[in-house]
């Protein structure tokens, strides 16, 4: 999904604005805007972007859409650029491995997180991480990360192919 029909949507959706308000208003959340994440995706866009799909997914099946939205909005809550393993100072090892610690730990520093959310945000990395996801809720937000992240670099790569071929036969 282009990043300005998602900012559309989320807009036009006024019960999804009213359960993410406090987070996406925070300073700190904000600040998400200055890393790239995938291709020339924000950090802040890829977490809006898993948090509205996975809403939207939570609702249609019935599950626990207000902590899909907020677990999701704050699934990937670290502030480092991760590309660069200088800036991946405040865990040690692996960033796939240490995020979703460092997402949780500022989610609990900032915001009240249920113990529905703090299960989505430190597993999303699942299969990756040790322990899977206890609910359906978190396995929802890991596959929609999954699919967004796809999706994302998809988008990107396809459209600079596009330009390039658009230079390279007009």
């Known amino acids: 999904m282009k990043i300005s029909?998602?900012?559309?949507?989320v807009s036009n959706d006024q019960i999804y604005n009213e359960l993410v308000e406090e987070i996406i208003n925070h300073e700190e959340v904000q600040k998400m805007n200055e890393y790239s994440h995938h291709a020339d995706i924000t950090l802040y866009h890829h977490s809006?972007?898993?948090?509205?799909?996975?809403?939207?997914?939570?609702?249609f099946l019935g599950l626990n859409y207000m902590a899909s939205a907020r677990g999701g909005l704050l699934h990937d809550f670290f502030r480092y650029d991760w590309h660069d393993a200088k800036e991946q100072r405040e865990e040690k090892g692996l960033h796939a491995f240490a995020h979703p610690k460092v997402a949780l730990r500022n989610a609990s520093h900032h915001f009240l997180i249920?113990?529905?959310?703090?299960?989505?945000?430190?597993?999303?990395?699942?299969?990756?991480?040790?322990?899977?996801?206890?609910h359906r809720e978190s396995m929802l937000v890991s596959c929609v990360d999954k699919y967004c992240a796809v999706s994302?670099?998809?988008?990107?790569?396809y459209s600079k192919i596009k330009r390039i071929v658009k230079m390279k036969f007009s």
């Open 5 to 9: 029909k998602l900012i559309n949507k």
């Open 152 to 157: 994302e670099a998809y988008q990107s790569y």
């Open 114 to 134: 249920s113990d529905l959310e703090a299960d989505i945000i430190v597993k999303h990395m699942w299969p990756l991480s040790a322990k899977p996801p206890v």
């Open 48 to 59: 809006l972007h898993v948090s509205y799909t996975s809403y939207r997914m939570s609702k």
